[in-house]
């Protein structure tokens, strides 16, 4: 019996993981449940699956989720802090981070020193801080199992294989709402549009990213931490269908791939499970429902998105920290119509030229760079 804390469990992560715990009554206990501002849903949450805590960043809806659940032995507490404080409870074995963005990375960093192994799904966490993170784990004896469905596709292929050096790895993408648009179609889509994303349901942040291809560059600098790969060692390639959701080759010329209709629920139970494969009643792939599965190369120069994620991956230090932070706050302003599709990209560049650049960040460092990448990002959107 695993006893886990999920942060963020009002997400799409965070909901699907619950309906995974609910299937399997006999692997796991919640323990604790987090969100940010989603008040009425996190007391659903509550009142259904009794965890021991449930945490409200905002402050300000403390009382509302507390008298809520006046009555039942569920404790609440309020605030970034609190947030950062239950991981380290005694009765906590594994805590999936299912934050959005670079809020993720104190709570992960706190995990860590609490000794809790973590299913990751908060991939800005290892994409602002990957060194760091990966040190911390290694001096801490924490696992981090990737929830992502490509990384745990990785994952899944290393599997007995973890004593044979990789050659590289693939990370398939779908390509998105927009695949094969040129820059002049992307200058009037809108938010509708981006957030259709034709195989995936995800949260808005993540699908804006996955339009734009900024996802798939988050998480070539994320596979690089988790699977201590070189640079030249992540390929991407396109793949509409989003049934190969990634692929190992080894150095005998060998491919593995792992593959399974669209479905997160799969690579949270799996990391939530392991090393167990746990029963399920998910849908099951077969061929002859896809009697075809097509590749292609990325468009950089449309997207140029996974471009810039590749630059800010080889330049190294605090730049995939800038390139973050500059798109959070781009995915937010192209959220409100504050900035145009394809003014994303410039926005992201602009501060990946202007903010300061240091080669080995310390903890103090990434957070003076999220703040001054964030600072600079706003003052584009506003020109």
Same mark, same amino acid.
């Given at each position: 019996?695993?006893?886990?804390?999920?942060?963020?469990?009002?997400?799409?992560?965070?909901?699907?993981?619950?309906?995974?715990?609910?299937?399997?009554?006999?692997?796991?206990?919640?323990? $604790?449940?987090?969100?940010?501002?989603?008040?009425?849903?996190?007391?659903?949450?509550?009142?259904?699956?009794?965890?021991?805590?449930?945490?409200?960043?905002?402050?300000?809806?403390?009382?509302?989720?507390? /008298?809520?659940?006046?009555?039942?032995?569920? +404790?609440?507490?309020?605030?970034?802090?609190?947030?950062?404080?239950?991981?380290?409870?005694?009765?906590?074995?594994? $805590?999936?981070?299912?934050?959005?963005?670079?809020?993720?990375?104190?709570?992960?960093?706190?995990?860590?020193?609490?000794? +809790?192994?973590?299913?990751?799904?908060?991939? /800005?966490?290892?994409?602002?801080?990957? @060194?760091?993170?990966?040190?911390?784990?290694?001096?801490?004896?924490?696992?981090?199992?990737?929830?992502?469905?490509?990384?745990?596709?990785?994952?899944?292929?290393?599997?007995?294989?973890?004593?044979?050096?990789?050659?590289?790895?693939?990370?398939?993408?779908?390509?998105?709402?927009?695949?094969?648009?040129?820059?002049?179609?992307?200058?009037?889509?809108?938010?509708?549009?981006?957030?259709?994303?034709? #195989?995936?349901?995800?949260?808005?942040?993540?699908?804006?990213?996955?339009?734009?291809?900024?996802?798939?560059?988050?998480?070539?600098?994320?596979?690089?931490?988790?699977?201590? *790969?070189?640079? /030249?060692?992540?390929?991407?390639?396109?793949?509409?269908?989003?049934?190969?959701?990634? *692929?190992?080759?080894?150095?005998?010329?060998?491919?593995?791939? @792992?593959?399974?209709?669209?479905?997160?629920?799969?690579?949270? @139970?799996?990391?939530?499970?392991?090393?167990?494969?746990?029963?399920?009643?998910?849908?099951?792939?077969?061929?002859?429902?896809?009697?075809?599965?097509?590749?292609?190369?990325?468009?950089?120069?449309?997207?140029?998105? *996974?471009?810039?994620?590749?630059?800010?991956?080889?330049?190294?230090?605090?730049?995939?920290?800038?390139?973050?932070?500059? #798109? /959070?706050?781009?995915?937010?302003?192209?959220?409100?119509?504050?900035?145009?599709?394809?003014?994303?990209?410039?926005?992201?560049?602009?501060?990946?030229?202007?903010?300061?650049?240091?080669?080995?960040?310390?903890?103090?460092?990434?957070?003076?760079?999220?703040?001054?990448?964030?600072?600079?990002?706003?003052?584009?959107?506003?020109?």
């Amino acid at each position: 019996m695993k006893r886990i804390a999920i942060l963020g469990s009002t997400g799409s992560i965070g909901t699907q993981a619950l309906d995974v715990i609910k299937a399997h009554p006999e692997s796991f206990e919640l323990e $604790v449940i987090t969100a940010h501002s989603n008040a009425g849903l996190l007391v659903q949450q509550a009142l259904e699956f009794k965890p021991n805590a449930v945490v409200i960043v905002r402050e300000d809806l403390y009382e509302q989720v507390r /008298e809520a659940l006046q009555g039942e032995d569920i +404790k609440v507490y309020a605030g970034s802090k609190a947030l950062c404080s239950v991981v380290e409870m005694g009765t906590v074995d594994m $805590v999936l981070t299912a934050m959005v963005g670079y809020a993720g990375l104190l709570p992960t960093i706190r995990t860590i020193k609490a000794g +809790k192994q973590i299913a990751l799904a908060n991939k /800005e966490t290892l994409v602002v801080a990957g @060194q760091l993170i990966t040190d911390l784990a290694k001096e801490h004896g924490v696992n981090i199992y990737p929830v992502d469905s490509e990384h745990s596709a990785i994952f899944q292929c290393l599997a007995g294989e973890f004593h044979n050096p990789i050659e590289k790895i693939i990370l398939t993408a779908s390509g998105g709402p927009f695949r094969g648009y040129k820059a002049a179609e992307l200058e009037k889509v809108t938010k509708a549009q981006a957030l259709k994303h034709p #195989n995936w349901d995800m949260g808005a942040k993540i699908t804006i990213d996955s339009a734009s291809l900024m996802n798939k560059g988050l998480e070539v600098i994320e596979a690089k931490w988790l699977f201590g *790969l070189r640079n /030249e060692q992540i390929d991407v390639v396109v793949h509409p269908q989003s049934i190969i959701h990634s *692929l190992v080759q080894f150095e005998d010329g060998s491919i593995k791939a @792992q593959l399974g209709l669209p479905d997160m629920k799969l690579p949270i @139970q799996y990391a939530l499970g392991y090393p167990q494969r746990l029963k399920s009643d998910f849908p099951r792939f077969s061929f002859l429902d896809y009697p075809q599965l097509t590749f292609e190369q990325p468009d950089l120069e449309t997207f140029r998105n *996974l471009q810039l994620a590749y630059e800010a991956m080889a330049k190294g230090g605090n730049m995939p920290c800038i390139l973050n932070a500059a #798109n /959070e706050v781009a995915v937010s302003a192209f959220l409100r119509d504050e900035v145009s599709f394809l003014g994303m990209s410039d926005m992201i560049e602009s501060c990946l030229a202007k903010v300061a650049y240091i080669a080995n960040p310390s903890y103090e460092d990434y957070v003076s760079t999220d703040g001054e990448a964030r600072a600079l990002a706003m003052e584009c959107k506003c020109k």
